[in-house]
């Protein structure tokens, strides 16, 4: 898409910082009411006027270029102009982990979100400190996250479930991989490496547990499926919102989408 300059010639079209979530269907020359949340969010934090840009992405039609088409108190209207980038799906990587406090959670899921997990999920083991998980809190932080970081999806944020009940209900074609301080892990490197990329296209998790780590028995019991596999994350203890990054990292830097950068967008 093209917009006249002062010139009156042809140049790009311009690459707004600003983004934005929405459940709506997005397609050329529609008309997108946004709710008084985000109507206040425009107007008054970052106090955008009538005709600025800003783009659009709900995980199901890429990414769209929307003009502000009219702006008040509490109400503001876009016009979806053009899609900049077409949908395209990441890597199938969940994060099984146990609740940690509240700030240390809210980094999680921030940082879970930006390195491109598809599904965050909250699990209670039994040293798990933490008892009531708040989901429209982890929702917002990965929303927001996603905003930010040019994702053109979310991840989902699923129901807290039990560790046991949530192995029972494991798909065994999704391998998992076990941080844990133990003396069977393997360092988390060589078993991606071992693995091959040629399995970078199917489906993995990595699973953390609580600060004081996995109880002995949950440990034998994750020892004994054929799925999944105990990895350790180097000499040093780490906290578990760490040692959860640092696996994704691990993972996404071996056989995930960090392995190759992005072709360039106009005006990067």
């Not at 050329?28 to 934090?45: M, Q, T």
């Not at 999920?121 to 798990?128: E, G, L, V």
Request: glycine content about 8%.
């Amino acid at each position: 898409m093209t917009e006249d300059n002062a010139a009156g010639k042809r140049g790009p079209a311009p690459c707004p910082v600003t983004r934005l979530w929405t459940e709506a269907d997005l397609s050329a020359g529609l008309i997108l009411g946004l709710d008084h949340a985000r109507a206040h969010f425009l107007r008054s934090v970052l106090r955008l006027e009538r005709g600025a840009h800003l783009a659009l992405f709900n995980g199901r039609d890429g990414e769209w270029l929307a003009r502000i088409d009219g702006l008040g108190k509490g109400w503001c209207s876009l016009a979806i102009e053009a899609q900049r980038r077409p949908q395209a799906s990441g890597p199938d990587l969940w994060l099984v982990f146990a609740p940690i406090k509240r700030a240390r959670l809210d980094f999680l899921v921030e940082k879970a979100t930006e390195l491109g997990c598809a599904a965050l999920q909250p699990m209670m083991t039994r040293h798990t400190a933490v008892s009531r998980v708040n989901l429209e809190r982890l929702q917002a932080n990965a929303r927001e996250a996603a905003e930010q970081c040019e994702r053109l999806d979310l991840p989902e944020v699923r129901p807290v479930a039990d560790l046991g009940k949530l192995l029972d209900a494991w798909p065994p074609e999704r391998r998992l991989l076990v941080c844990a301080e133990s003396g069977a892990a393997r360092p988390i490197a060589e078993v991606l490496r071992q693995e091959g990329p040629e399995t970078a296209a199917q489906p993995w998790a990595i699973m953390t547990g609580p600060e004081g780590g996995f109880a002995r028995s949950e440990l034998d019991a994750l020892n004994d499926l054929s799925f999944a596999v105990t990895v350790g994350l180097g000499p040093r203890v780490l906290r578990a919102d760490t040692a959860a990054l640092a696996a994704i990292a691990c993972w996404q830097a071996i056989l995930g989408d960090g392995r190759s950068r992005p072709p360039l967008r106009d005006g990067d």
